[in-house]
């Protein structure tokens, strides 16, 4: 078997590796768009562009199926016991789109700090699946904490305008999701949907990353 070229290594890492810290070292930069320059990169050195992928709004078989319990990492205890108000952060990543997969969320009580980080990896699924399950993952952890309001912050412009009522969901694969979505937040007193760039949601990009690579 022949060795890799340059161009195969550098599209291998674009779609596998989470360069974790290679993000970090680079403020206002995510996992997706580096994947982006490291694609870049292999066209220039002569690679061509890479075959094209499925849609995002394209619905991808389930390789298995996928429970929404995350894996959670509880950072600290709620102060008083159960909290009013929670400050949920969600995120989904799927390397490939469709491809691996992986919902995170970082919840935060109203003074900004962390109180859980949370992770579900979701096998073979889409960018939008995988956001929309980052939403439920930190929704259904923050009843748990008792949390009466909430605040939703997410960098998928989509999620948030389909749930605030101003795009529609046709996709099938997704009505599930959104309605399950909408139950939940039903449940809570108050609640806030807020679009954020994603550089203001780094820390829940880095846990749906966590998820593929750890197989949360």
Do not use: C, W
């Not at 205890?77 to 919902?103: K, Q, T």
């Not at 073979?124 to 909430?150: C, D, F, P, W």
């Not at 997704?174 to 309605?179: E, G, I, N, S, T």
């Amino acid at each position: 078997m022949p060795p890799p070229s340059l161009v195969d290594v550098l599209r291998h890492i674009a779609r596998e590796e989470p360069l974790t810290a290679t993000v970090r070292a680079f403020r206002g930069l995510t996992r997706e768009h580096l994947g982006q320059l490291l694609d870049e990169a292999a066209e220039q050195l002569g690679g061509g562009p890479r075959e094209a992928e499925a849609p995002a709004s394209e619905p991808a078989p389930l390789t298995e199926p996928v429970s929404t319990v995350p894996s959670i990492e509880a950072v600290g205890p709620a102060a008083g016991g159960a909290l009013n108000r929670v400050r949920v952060y969600s995120d989904g990543a799927a390397r490939g789109n469709p491809g691996p997969a992986g919902a995170g969320a970082v919840l935060m009580n109203t003074e900004g700090a962390v109180v859980a980080r949370l992770g579900k990896f979701l096998g073979h699924q889409t960018n939008n699946y995988a956001e929309y399950m980052g939403l439920l993952i930190g929704l259904q952890h923050a009843k748990s904490l008792g949390a009466r309001e909430v605040e939703v912050f997410a960098d998928s412009e989509l999620l948030i305008r389909q749930l605030g009522g101003r795009y529609q969901v046709k996709s099938p694969t997704l009505k599930p999701l959104f309605q399950e979505a909408q139950k939940l937040l039903a449940t809570f007193g108050k609640v806030k949907l807020a679009h954020v760039p994603r550089a203001q949601n780094a820390e829940a990009d880095e846990m749906s990353n966590r998820a593929i690579d750890e197989r949360m």
